[in-house]
């Protein structure tokens, strides 16, 4: 039974969101603040799929409709925009992302395009210049797929170059990570070390670690790094967020922050960045569990549109396996290319069981990192089980709106089961372009049929929420919706039997970065499309990506951000 003080905590929650939620009673007469006009506008809106013109008063739409109607709504103190062959779409929405990790991509040792351990080593090189002896050179972006040979990085690669400093790269997925001999000595790792529950420890032919470590193995060096000061850590998520508005995204679902071990403070420092008006985009947020972050809001109760409307706090991240480039994603069959190895499970599930009862109790969504198969159907199943042991009666939502986050490999017996569950795919296309080059040979020609299925879970009625898993990828919203229409790498290469009928329409793909984001986040009657009183959270492109070839939607760009209103970008 939820207690009273609970209780009244969730109908003062949801009390503050309906105050920002309803929409401006405005005269029609009085001027319009913003106004969009003279191209295309696509507004996701079922009676009005395209518009000519759209206007906005304060946070909220206030027509759409012609061009030659929504002069009414110009005065004096009116900002016109003419599209001409520029287009407008409601606000881009980043399903999945980490905010921080983005922003800490762009100010520590970046090791994206690295060609190979070579040049790893010369950027290595460089940062060790600029260090004193014994200071940590931290990093990450660097992914073996398209180097010769394809292999992963190892101590020795780095202690030639950084003989004096602890270094700790992690690749581009976030879930391995190689440190060289200083940093495993300061963290204790030598040939005796038994990897932790969830994760591994690579080792050469005699033993030795190679240094490269596998998901909750990266725990063991991660907690000898010192932590960034406050400053630090202000800074990664206001980077991130300038360089999302940048590129036309006007909301972010941030999947968990920095600290696997706890991200409450996350919350309280982007609350507190908000009122300073330092993040001009809307972040919706989630914090891991099970653990402490997720017991201080299970505790606490979910917060709805703080900051008007800019900020939620109201999901808890779960983590069930790693990665499937680095191996760790857990699979019903052994990997094909690694004869006996199945992935990592990663974690506590007798706490994570507790943890999604009390969940559904206090009306906190929950998003489930699950990439292999195995992972997947344990998610499904874990979900009906809370489902069952806790039924709507009992629930502080009825309809919880569960998210499965990656759903990157799927059994063909599982894929029905998301739309009998309510369970959301919440799903990035660039990963099928990224891993199209070793997938294959990670799951044999079967299983691949199961792999980034958008259209297989679509044809079943499920909401696809789309994201980029940024820092993981690149995080453009243009790469995304490319990658879900053209389901071809950057160069147009696809690769034999890579399921090009799992691609989607232009409109299907743009769905998922709009409408789709917006029930994810219980925001549908808000955002997601552009119609009178929803927020103007508008979207506009340097070109017509509904009607121009594939490739070149890889060129088209943002030319400005507005959120509530606000321009908060602009060419």
């Known amino acids: ?68 109607e929504v002069a009414r709504f110009v005065g004096p103190g009116t900002r016109v925009v003419e599209l001409g062959e520029r287009i407008a779409v409601p606000g ?11 922003g800490r991509r762009e100010l520590v040792l970046n090791l994206e395009g690295a060609t190979g351990p070579d040049e790893v080593a010369r950027r290595l090189a460089a940062r060790v210049r600029e260090v004193r002896p014994g200071e940590w050179i931290t990093g990450r972006g660097w992914i073996e797929t398209h180097w010769t040979p394809r292999r992963f990085l190892t101590r020795a690669d780095l202690d030639h170059v950084a003989p004096r400093n602890p270094v700790y790269l992690e690749r581009a997925d976030g879930h391995a990570a190689v440190a060289n001999g200083v940093a495993l000595q300061l963290a204790g790792i030598n040939r005796g070390t038994r990897p932790p529950s ?6 050469d032919a005699g033993g030795e670690p190679t240094g490269m470590l596998i998901d909750n193995a990266m725990l063991l060096v991660e907690s000898r790094i010192p932590p960034p000061s406050a400053a630090e850590l202000d800074r990664f998520f206001v980077v991130g967020a300038e360089r999302s508005v940048r590129l036309g995204w006007t909301e972010v679902h941030d999947a968990g922050g920095l600290d696997l071990r706890g991200d409450w403070d996350e919350v309280d420092r ?65 990997y094909s290319d690694a004869r006996g190895r199945h992935g990592l499970l990663t974690t506590d599930l007798p706490a994570s069981r507790a943890m ?10 929950v998003e489930t990192h699950a990439i292999g198969d195995s992972a997947n159907r344990l998610l499904l199943d874990l979900y009906a089980e809370a489902f069952e042991a806790v039924p709507p009666p009992a629930r502080a939502v009825r309809e919880p709106r569960w998210r499965d986050e990656h759903t990157q490999v799927l059994a063909p017996a599982d894929i029905p089961r998301f739309r009998a569950l309510g369970v959301i795919p919440s799903m990035q296309p660039s990963h099928a372009i990224s891993d199209l080059h070793f997938a294959p040979a990670r799951l044999g020609p079967d299983r691949v049929r199961g792999a980034y299925a958008w259209r297989s879970l679509l044809a079943t009625g499920v909401v696809l929420a789309g994201g980029s898993d940024a820092p993981v990828e690149r995080g453009e919203p243009m790469i995304e919706f490319y990658a879900a229409v053209a389901r071809r790498d950057t160069n147009g290469f696809q690769g034999p039997d890579w399921q090009p009928g799992q691609a989607l329409t232009r409109e299907e793909a743009l769905r998922m970065f709009t409408t789709g984001p917006a029930f994810a986040a219980f925001e549908e009657d808000r955002r997601g499309s552009i119609e009178v009183g929803k927020w103007a959270d508008f979207t506009v492109l340097s070109a017509d990506i509904m009607r121009i070839p594939e490739q070149e939607i890889l060129t088209t760009r943002a030319v400005m951000t507005v959120v509530g209103g606000d321009v908060v970008y602009s060419e």
């Open 1 to 68: 039974m939820l207690r009273g003080d609970h209780l009244a905590a969730i109908r003062r929650a949801l009390a503050a969101w309906l105050a920002v939620a309803a929409p401006a009673r405005i005269p029609a007469q009085e001027p319009a603040d913003l106004v969009l006009r003279g191209g295309r506008i696509y507004t996701m809106a079922e009676g009005q799929p395209v518009a000519e013109a759209v206007a906005a008063r304060g946070d909220r739409i206030v027509f759409v409709g012609s061009g030659a």
């Open 92 to 102: 881009l929405t980043d399903a999945h992302c980490h905010l921080a990790a983005i």
């Open 198 to 203: 969830g994760g591994d420890i690579l080792r």
């Open 270 to 334: 982007l609350r507190r960045l908000f009122r300073e008006r330092r993040i001009k985009l809307r972040v919706y947020k989630a914090v891991y569990g099970p653990g402490a972050a997720a017991d201080s809001l299970l505790r606490r109760g979910p917060s709805v549109g703080e900051s008007g409307g800019r900020f939620t706090a109201r999901t808890i991240k779960l983590r069930l396996d790693g990665a499937l480039g680095s191996r760790g994603a857990l699979l019903l069959q052994p």
């Open 356 to 365: 999604l009862r009390e969940a559904l109790r206090r009306g906190i969504q």
